[in-house]
């Protein structure tokens, strides 16, 4: 129930190209799913967050859909360019008395072909 | 406006041996959160620190200790090292313990030998 599974593992898109990255979890109980962005030798890097009273959340070239339903939700990069390639994570935050655990997904590696 | 810092950058140790990584939280940020980052991983959380007090703990041993000062830096200590401790080790601030943001510094790198 504590898990978020994160698909596909990797991902191959042109560039100007949609890339697309799914997360799936359990627990109803989390409030906070925010989208990470990490290059080689780096920390994560806070990319976009939604919370779970939202459909959709838009930042520039990238999109959070959230379907509380089927508590599945996606990242989606518009117009993918090669600088936007590197490793994914989708997260989310314990409610409750876990509210300072982000469990994360295992990762999606993008690489954005020229 | 410094963003999360952490040193070392690098360490190698032996196992066995015990090491202490440090962490200086983003300007205003008082809530350092510390993260196990496996390779080809995603990061998984330790423990948090409020107030000087660890406020919640993932799925780590004892062996794996830490402590926040009035400044709000902190330190993640592990003792008794095993090959398997090897990782990015990754610590993230927030300004406040029920804030949702996390940011993370660039983590640091331990190799157990």
């Known amino acids: 129930q504590q898990q978020v599974k994160q698909s596909p593992q990797s991902l191959i898109v042109q560039k100007g190209g949609i890339s697309i990255i799914n997360c799936a979890y359990e627990?109803?109980?989390?409030?906070?799913f925010p989208w990470y962005q990490q290059f080689p030798g780096k920390g994560p890097a806070l990319l976009i967050a939604?919370?779970?009273?939202?459909s959709e959340k838009k930042e520039g070239r990238f999109t959070i859909s959230f379907n509380k339903s089927a508590k599945q939700f996606s990242l989606h990069i518009m117009d993918s360019q090669p600088g936007d390639s590197a490793t994914y994570f989708c997260a989310a935050r314990g409610g409750g008395g876990s509210q300072g655990n982000l469990i994360f997904g295992k990762g999606t590696k993008l690489s954005v072909k020229p | 406006d410094a963003g999360v810092t952490q040193s070392p950058t690098h360490l190698i140790k032996t196992r066995g041996q015990q090491v202490t990584l440090r962490c200086s939280p983003k300007?205003?940020?008082?809530?350092v959160s510390w993260y196990q980052q496996a390779l080809g991983q995603g990061p998984q959380f330790i423990f948090q620190?409020?107030?000087?007090?660890?406020?919640q703990r993932g799925n780590f041993p004892d062996r794996f200790s830490g402590h926040q000062f009035p400044n709000y830096s902190s330190e993640l200590n592990v003792n008794a090292l095993l090959l398997g401790d090897s990782a990015l080790y990754l610590c993230a601030s927030s300004p406040g313990q029920g804030t949702r943001e996390q940011y993370f510094g660039p983590g640091t790198r331990l190799t157990v030998t």
């Open positions: 939604i919370r779970p009273d939202v």
């Open positions: 620190y409020y107030e000087e007090e660890e406020r």
């Open positions: 627990n109803t109980a989390f409030d906070y």
């Open positions: 300007s205003g940020h008082d809530t």
